[in-house]
Structures are given as C-alpha cells and as structure tokens.
C-alpha cells in the first residue's frame, strides 16, 4: 500500500509552495510596474525633449530672422552712396540728422536703442535712444570694438553685415555693423579704413514678447545665465552673461499628471488585492497544511493499526474472513492461502457458503442471527470445505456483524482449522470404542454392534452371544502382578479373535470378563461345539516369561431369537446363564432359559412395554412455555415426555424414564423425543426456541453429538432454535467427555441450558468451564421463595447475579404463585416458567396459546 507516498514528512509544505509562488507573483507585479512607470517616464522625457527642441528651432529661428533682418536694414544705411558722402570723414550732421537721414527715427520707428558712427577709436556719430550723444560708442557697449570694425570692413566687399550679442547700456542686445561704402563694387582695401556704422537693437521686453509671440512661444524673456538654465531650453547670448529663455510647453510631463494619480491608484489597488490574496493564500495554505498534518498523523496511526493488525493476522493460526452485506467475501487474510491452500483472489466476490458448509445449519441463515445477537458473545460453527486437493478439512468459524453507523454492513468473524481436532475427536471416538490393553471393541462398541445386529429383529440370522468370564485369572494377577494379567488378556484376545470368523465380534467388557457375538449361529449342536473347541483353546497353557500359566473359562449363552432383540437383556440373559455355568463347575457353558432368573422376566415385561409404546406411538409430547418476565411474552417452549399407556392412562416420565434409562431403551426414546420436538416445532413462529430434556445417560450410552445432527438434518429444523436441557449429573461420570461432548453440541449451533440449577454439585465450577447457554434455577428454590426465612431468596438472588455476570439467561422453573412471580420481578430473573403462567399442555393446546389467547386462562 502507497498510499503514503505522496504525503510523506519531507515533502514541502503547501504554505512553502504558496510563498514562494506568491513572493514571485509579487516580484513580478513590481518588475511589470517599475517597466510601465520607466516607459511612462521614457514617453514623457522624449516628448518633452522634442518640444524643447521644437520651440528651440524657432526661436532660434526668431532670433535668425531678427538678426538677418537688422542686418538687411543696416546695410540699407551702411551701402549708401549719400551716406559715403555725408558721413565718411567729417559727419554732416545737418544730413544726417537734421534732415533725419540717419535720424531720430531709426529708435522711434525701428526701436535702435543705439546708432554710432565709428572710425577705429574714434566715435564720429552717436545716437542713444534717438537723441544726439557726446559719448563714445564703448561708453555703451561692453564688449571691444575693434574685433567688431575689422570684421566688419572684411565683410563689406561682398556687402555683408555682422552681427553680434553685446551688452548695450548693461542690457543685452543686438548690435549690427557694416562697413560705410559706396553702392558700387569696392576691393577690400578701398574699405580697409573705412568708418562703421552699428546699430544696436536692445533686447527689451516688449520686443522679446513680440518676437516670441511671432514664433508661437510663450513668455519669451531674458535672463542672467545661472546652471539652472542649462535644463531649460534657451538660446545663449554670446558673451553678454543673459540668455534668451520661453516657457515651453512641456507636454511630457502634463501626460505624467494625467495618467500618473490614476496609475499609481490602479497599482495601489492592485497591491492591495494582491496583499490580500496573499493573505487569504497563505491563511488557507495554513490550514491546509495543518489538515495535512493531521491526514498524516492519521494516516501514520492507520498504518501503523494496519500493521498491527496484519501482523496479529498473519501471526494467528486462524485465518480471518470477511463479507459484505449479501454474504460475498470481500477479505480473506494471508493465513487462508497456507491453511487451505487456496489462493485469496479465486474466493474474493464469491459468497461464503460457497467455500464452507455446514451440514446442521445453513450457514448464511445463521450468519443473519449473528447480526440481532448479543455482540458480547461469539458463536461458532463448524464447517467444512473441500481443500484444491479435494481433500476434506474441518473448520470452527466465529461470525460477529459488522455495523456502519447503525446498519449492517457484514460479516466478519475467524475460521480456525480443526481438521486435526476431528481426526483427533475420531481417534478419541475409536478409543472409546475399544480396549486400551487388548485392542478389542469394548462395552460401547459392543452396545453399537449389537444394536445394529438386532434391528431388524427376526428377519436378522440368528444371532448368539457368549459371555466369557476366564477362571483362575484372578490368582495369577495376584501372585505375578499386572503384568502377567495383562500377558494373558492379550493372549485370550488373540486366541478369541482366531476362533471367531469375520463379522463376529470380540468384545472385552473389563476385567476378565469377554463377550463374543456370533452370527447365523442358531442350532445348539453348533453352539456347542464352538463352546468346546473355544473352552479347550483357552485352556492350552500361556507363556509369560519362564511360567507356564493355565487358565480356563465359563460361558453363557443367550440367543436373539429366544431371548429377544435387545442388546442389555441378552447381555443380562447371557450373565444369568453365565453364572449358571460357574456354579455348574467352570470351564464349560450354559444356555439362558427362563427360569434363571424371575426378577429379569419381570423387567423384561416392563421394558417390552416401553418398547412397544416406542413403535405403537403411545408416547407423546406435551409443551410447557417459558415466558420473559419483562412482558410475559412466550419465548420458548419446553417439550416434556408423557405416556399414553393403554390400561393405565397418561403417565407422567418420572415413572418410567429411569427405567428406559436402565435398559438403553433411553436412547431410541430421547432420539424419538428430539425428532417430534423439532418436527413439530418446525410449524411455529421463528423466533420460538424449543427445548428437549437430555438424560445423562444417552450421554454415556450414546453419540449424543451424532444424533443431534441426525436429527437437525432429518428435520431441518435449524439448529440456533434448538435448546438442550442438561443436568449436572451428566458431569458426574465424566467431566472431560462431557466437556467435549458439549463443545461439540454448540458447534452444531444448539443451545445449551442448565437444568435444575443448584441441585447439583459444584455448580458454579461447571458453569465457567461449560459452554451453557443459559440456567435453569430448580423449582425447590423457587418453591421456598414463599416462606419468610429469606434464605432461599438469597440463594435465588445469587443465582440470578451470578448467571447474569456470566452472560447466561437465567430461567425460574415451578413459579406456581403470583407472589413467586413478583419475587423474580425483584430479583431482575429473565425468563419464568411455572403452573402459575401455563402447565404443560399437549400440542393444540399450546398452538392455542400461540394464538394469543392469556397465559393465565390455563391455569387450573
Ligand atoms: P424437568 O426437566 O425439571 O421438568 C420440569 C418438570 O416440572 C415437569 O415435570 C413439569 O411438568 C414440572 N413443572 C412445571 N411447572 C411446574 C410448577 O409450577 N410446579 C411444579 N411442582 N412442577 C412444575 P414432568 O413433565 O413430570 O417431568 C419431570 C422430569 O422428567 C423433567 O424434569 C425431566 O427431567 C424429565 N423429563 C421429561 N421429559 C423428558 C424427556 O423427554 N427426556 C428426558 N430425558 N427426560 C425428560
Ligand atoms: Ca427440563
Ligand atoms: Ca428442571
């Protein structure tokens, strides 16, 4: 079984698993939301960069367009013939600026802050704001001229202008120069001294904000040159220490507060949820562990009982079944492999009663008893089943129901081999049938042999029995020990055996007494030379170490058809006639005649009677019901012997049972007893248990076990509904035999009670070793629970405690009073039975009491 293998300790936890997932999904959304952020960054950055750029070319452009234009309008000026004339040498002051040729209204129409006339050092003309000035030109202007001149005069062959930023009055502005020249062409050595005229075009603020609304920029200004302003878009102003700067717009950045709040705040959300997923991931992965952990416990103490109980399985000599509801198995143990030999998947699906029977009781009606009976107490059945070799093998099953939350789910139960127990029981049964010393039948073989001989009576041949008591035997054990007796008792087997042919018998009944049964001996010549012959052969002398032993032998002689067809009286005619022969002399023989002996002609009488009662019917049952003492409800019925003699009417059993018991007659009566009991009952309710009485003596003289079965398979009366009612005395002979016997009986799956409780001997030792069902407390006890003195009331009490601490029910025979009754109501007794509830009745009236009529109308 894997089962584990997947849940073993050292496989990672869930909560492990789920972290690292988690830490990665994290990682993850922070990589994802770092890349969006840097490109959103990246898209702002290049677009504000390509608006700088954007509004930079322009304004650049502005400026180019001012300078080229303040150049052209110079250059209108500077290349003028007139002006060559006027202004070249000594200025014409009246021309120029009086006539307003170079007047007033370059600053009040074309906004020159400054126009000068300059001759190397020398300023010849100079106009500041429109209005004639004695100050030099460099009084203005910060920056050196002379570069500014010689630049000029270079540019002027070819009719160019220069430009320049310089710083006019402290504030940066736009200073124009061209050479003055003719409007013709000149060499470059014509102009080489020639004066130059400069405008200057300040850079106000009016004209910053005009020449920025021109190019579409916004605030167009100027400001001093500080680190800040490298980050800004800007266009530097030479040497002035200003630059030209305008707000640009900066659509980068308007993306950033547009998308940036709701992102992040979509991000934020997002974290949130994940932080909460993670939680909620990791709590759940908590638990999940921890019923994880606890699935493995379990799973571990599983295997673990799973182990044990293997181990207890396969160490145990029985194997273990179990079945479903309908009776298939679904187990078998490894033990069912080597016991039967059979392997487990050929039996698993197939129903129980296909691998094992049992011949007394169908084993799948008695498995169903299983499930209503008490779960305290194990029942057993012995079956049987053919081994793959096809041999037979016995085996004892237990069977316990198995309950799934209240309702029957099975069967499960163990099947113990006993194959050896019964060839050991049938060893056991050979030995009790024969003679330990001399390997002869013995009494109880003899009774079975003759039995069978003598039933069918006179249509049998003739049939003779010899009693064999050996003369002299006695001396010789007395003075040579056990020994040499038993030399010869083996010896007088031997010689007995030989004389005798097949078929006969040679039995040993104990001591020095012999019986040889004869068949088709019948006419007396022949009997008696057999006698002789025998009677000479043992008389030849035996011998035991250097003794030479002589013995003898007296016989007598009882034939079926002269003295009837029962085994006892032959055998008690044979005696008689024995001991007729003794006192004739010894070493010879005698038959029975009838004048032997009065007293046995008078039993026989008596006998015959009970025998033809047995084959006439006259016997009948009658049924007393025993009752529960909870609601007086009939739970089951004891069968009690009655018989309807001819001349003296209906007999109660004490008048003649002890003497059946005397005769073997007890045998074919309690046989016919337990028949009609289970015959009859057989027509009344299920759940009615009947109970048949068991004479101690068909213990000793019969097969109990084997009549039972008989019995059971004759009738098919179901063996759980048949009770037994056994006394104590059937202990008192022979507890081991007994002990076995009853074993036997419950393997049948019979009931046993204990009749007649607390008039035996040591009770209460029996009961612990006997496998009873349940007691009966005799109905002395009960009896005396009307008197005052209390003493039988503290034996019934401590019977009642002591049945019940066993598990037995406890029964209370011969209640004949209500007061009685009521006494075992105090007592907490079972089951009651009694005059007072019912008497015996024959079989109507009891099918009448069945009916439902009240218990107590019977009552006489
Ligand atoms: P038992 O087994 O103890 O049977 C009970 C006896 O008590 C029965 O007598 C019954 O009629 C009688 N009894 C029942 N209730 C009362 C009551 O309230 N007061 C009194 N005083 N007696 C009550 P029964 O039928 O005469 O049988 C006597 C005995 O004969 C039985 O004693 C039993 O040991 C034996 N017996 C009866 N039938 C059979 C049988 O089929 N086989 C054998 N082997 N013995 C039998
Ligand atoms: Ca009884
Ligand atoms: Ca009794």
Request: aromatic fraction near 8%.
């Amino acid at each position: 079984m894997d089962r584990n293998a997947d849940l073993s300790p050292s496989s990672p936890t869930s909560r492990l698993q789920v972290r690292r997932l988690v830490g990665g999904f994290c990682a993850l959304f922070g990589l994802a939301c770092l890349i969006a952020l840097g490109a959103l960054f990246n898209i702002a950055a290049t677009l504000d960069r390509q608006e700088q750029q954007r509004s930079t070319f322009h304004a650049t452009q502005a400026l180019e367009q001012r300078l080229l234009a303040s150049r052209q309008f110079l250059s209108s000026y500077a290349v003028w013939d007139a002006a060559q004339e006027h202004l070249v040498g000594k200025v014409d002051w009246q021309w120029a600026y009086e006539e307003k040729n170079v007047g007033e209204s370059l600053f009040s129409a074309s906004g020159y802050e400054g126009v000068f006339v300059v001759e190397d050092t020398r300023t010849t003309y100079a106009l500041f704001k429109g209005k004639p000035t004695d100050s030099a030109a460099g009084a203005y202007i910060d920056s050196p001229l002379a570069p500014i001149i010689a630049e000029a005069r270079k540019a002027a062959p070819a009719r160019e202008q220069v430009t320049h930023f310089v710083r006019f009055n402290g504030w940066p502005a736009v200073l124009s120069a061209a050479a003055i020249r003719p409007d013709k062409d000149v060499l470059e050595s014509e102009v080489s001294q020639a004066p130059v005229m400069i405008f200057v075009d300040q850079l106000t603020e009016a004209k910053l904000e005009h020449l920025g609304q021109g190019a579409g920029l916004m605030r167009m200004r100027l400001e001093k040159n500080n680190p800040d302003s490298q980050r800004q878009p800007h266009i530097a102003l030479g040497e002035t220490g200003y630059h030209l700067a305008w707000d640009s717009p900066r659509p980068g950045n308007q993306l950033l507060w547009a998308v940036l709040p709701p992102l992040l705040g979509v991000l934020l959300v997002l974290g949130l949820v994940l932080l909460y997923l993670f939680r909620h991931a990791l709590r759940s992965s908590q638990a999940i562990d921890q019923s994880l952990l606890r699935l493995q416990q379990s799973n571990r103490a599983l295997e673990a009982s799973e182990q044990r109980f293997r181990a207890v399985a396969e160490a145990a000599s029985d194997w273990i079944w179990e079945t479903d509801r309908h009776h298939r198995l679904t187990y078998l143990s490894q033990r069912f492999v080597s016991v039967t030999g059979y392997r487990v998947e050929d039996w698993l699906g197939q129903p129980l009663n296909q691998l094992l029977s049992c011949d007394t009781t169908p084993l799948l009606p008695w498995l169903d008893t299983q499930a209503d009976s008490d779960p305290q107490q194990l029942a057993n059945l012995r079956c049987n089943y053919r081994d793959p070799t096809g041999q037979n093998r016995y085996c004892r099953i237990s069977a316990r129901s198995i309950l799934l939350e209240g309702h029957l789910a099975g069967y499960r139960g163990t099947a113990s081999d006993i194959t050896d127990e019964v060839a050991a029981h049938a060893r056991i049964q050979h030995l009790s049938m024969h003679d330990a010393l001399t390997g002869l039948p013995n009494r109880n073989k003899l009774s079975r042999h003759l039995e069978q001989a003598l039933l069918r009576g006179s249509e049998a041949p003739p049939l003779a029995l010899l009693l064999l008591d050996l003369d002299s035997f006695k001396p010789i054990n007395d003075s040579l020990g056990h020994p040499a007796g038993d030399a010869v008792l083996q010896e007088v087997a031997t010689r007995l055996r030989e004389s005798t042919r097949d078929g006969d018998l040679v039995a040993r009944l104990g001591g020095d007494e012999f019986v040889l049964v004869l068949h088709g001996l019948d006419n007396r010549s022949e009997i008696d030379r057999f006698c002789a012959r025998l009677i000479d052969l043992l008389q030849q002398p035996i011998t035991f170490e250097e003794h030479q032993l002589h013995i003898g032998a007296s016989v007598g002689i009882a034939q079926a058809r002269a003295q009837g067809f029962d085994a006892g009286e032959l055998i008690r005619c044979a005696d008689i006639a024995l001991y007729q022969a003794k006192a004739d002399g010894k070493n010879t023989w005698r038959y029975f005649s009838p004048e032997m002996n009065q007293q046995i002609q008078y039993r026989r009488q008596l006998e015959n009677d009970l025998r033809r009662a047995i084959k006439q019917h006259e016997f009948v049952l009658h049924y007393q019901p025993r009752y529960r003492l909870n609601d007086l409800q009939i739970v089951s019925v004891e069968a009690l012997l009655r018989w309807q003699h001819p001349q003296e009417g209906l007999l109660g059993p004490d008048t003649f049972i002890p003497l059946a018991e005397q005769s073997d007659l007890i045998v074919p009566l309690g046989r016919w007893v337990l028949a009609e009991a289970c015959r009859t009952a057989r027509d009344w309710p299920e759940e009615l248990v009947v109970s048949v009485n068991l004479s101690p003596a068909q213990f000793s003289r019969s097969d109990v076990v084997a009549d039972v079965r008989q019995t059971l398979l004759q009738t098919g009366f179901p063996a759980q509904r048949l009770e037994l009612e056994i006394t104590e005395n059937v202990m008192l002979n022979d507890i081991e035999g007994a002990l076995g016997t009853m074993l036997a009986l419950k393997e049948l799956g019979v009931r046993l009670n204990m009749d007649d409780f607390g008039t035996g001997y040591s009770s209460l030792g029996y009961l612990r070793t006997y496998p009873f069902d349940s007691i009966k407390i005799d109905k002395r006890f009960i009896a005396g629970l009307s008197n005052q003195t209390g003493n039988d009331r503290a034996v019934v009490q401590a019977i009642i405690n002591l049945g019940k601490a066993m598990g037995l029910t406890v029964t209370a025979e011969g209640v004949e009073t209500e007061q009685q009754l009521k006494a075992l109501g105090n007592e907490q007794c079972h089951e009651v039975q009694g005059y007072y509830l019912s008497k015996p009745v024959d079989r109507a009236g009891f099918e009448a009491l069945l009916a439902g009529r009240e218990a107590r109308q019977d009552v006489s």
